[in-house]
Nanobody, 117 residues
């Protein structure tokens, strides 16, 4: 059974920083790709950043240069360091894991990030 639990969301002023964490149960090495997605009110859930099991990363254009995704295999966790936050980054952020062997996706429950003065 795979479970993903996010933490680290909150309220921050524009220009501030937050770090999101996602702890995963199950066989962490089997997660082919893990990533962060976000969903703002009235909008679709969009990818923010992904990282493969060999460390390859991808970022949405809107966050390049500001966000950094990382993976700690020893702690079964991924992180999203978010710097220079903008009001348009306000959304619920979801952790995602994909296991290619069984072609399945898993989602966390989400954590709210609000950027406002």
């Amino acid at each position: 059974q795979v479970q993903l639990v996010e933490s680290g969301g909150g309220l921050v002023q524009p220009g501030g920083s937050l770090t999101l964490s996602c702890g995963a149960s199950g066989s962490f090495s089997s997660f082919t790709v893990m990533g962060w997605y976000r969903q703002a009110p009235g909008k679709e859930r969009d990818p923010v950043a992904t990282i493969t099991n060999v460390g390859g990363t991808n970022y949405a254009d809107s966050v390049k240069g500001r966000f950094t995704i990382s993976r700690d295999n020893g702690k079964n966790a991924i992180y999203l360091q978010m710097n220079n936050l903008k009001p348009e980054d306000t959304a619920v952020y979801y952790c995602n894991a994909y296991i290619a062997m069984i072609n399945r996706y898993y989602w966390g429950q989400g954590t709210q990030v609000t950027v406002s003065s």
